[in-house]
Nanobody, 124 residues
Framework: QVQLVESGGGLVQAGGSLRLSCAAS????????MGWFRQAPGKEREFVAA????????YYADSVKGRFTISRDNAKNTVYLQMNSLKPEDTAVYYC?????????????????WGQGTQVTVSS
């Protein structure tokens, strides 16, 4: 089992940047594809980005391509989401997720584990 704890959320002005972190428990972090999802008020949770076990493959939602970067450090059991050029429509609770499937599938298959979420608010 994996426990995921996100951090790094907060309030930022449009055009600003934030870096989210997700620390995972356990010794099998490198065996999971990792991803980030978000849920805005009144909307369904949506896929944001995913990274393969070796970090060799990255996947992004069209809405964040060119602005967000996902990365991972398997030695630190941590996955990151660098968010630049933030927009008010990026406002949401951001969730870290771990999957025993592939990173490519994280946008269409429910992950195995979720974090508790961290709030990101972008003011205009």
């Amino acid at each position: 089992q994996v426990q995921l704890v996100e951090s790094g959320g907060g309030l930022v002005q449009a055009g600003g940047s934030l870096r989210l972190s997700c620390a995972a428990s356990g010794r099998t972090f490198s065996s999971y594809a990792m991803g980030w999802f978000r849920q805005a008020p009144g909307k369904e949770r949506e896929f944001v980005a995913a990274i393969s076990r070796s970090a060799g493959r990255l996947y992004y939602a069209d809405s964040v391509k060119g602005r967000f970067t996902i990365s991972r450090d398997n030695a630190k059991n941590t996955v990151y989401l660098q968010m630049n050029s933030l927009k008010p429509e990026d406002t949401a609770v951001y969730y870290c997720a771990a999957s025993t499937s592939t990173a490519q599938n994280m946008g269409v298959m429910r992950p195995d584990y979720w974090g508790q979420g961290t709030q990101v608010t972008v003011s205009s």
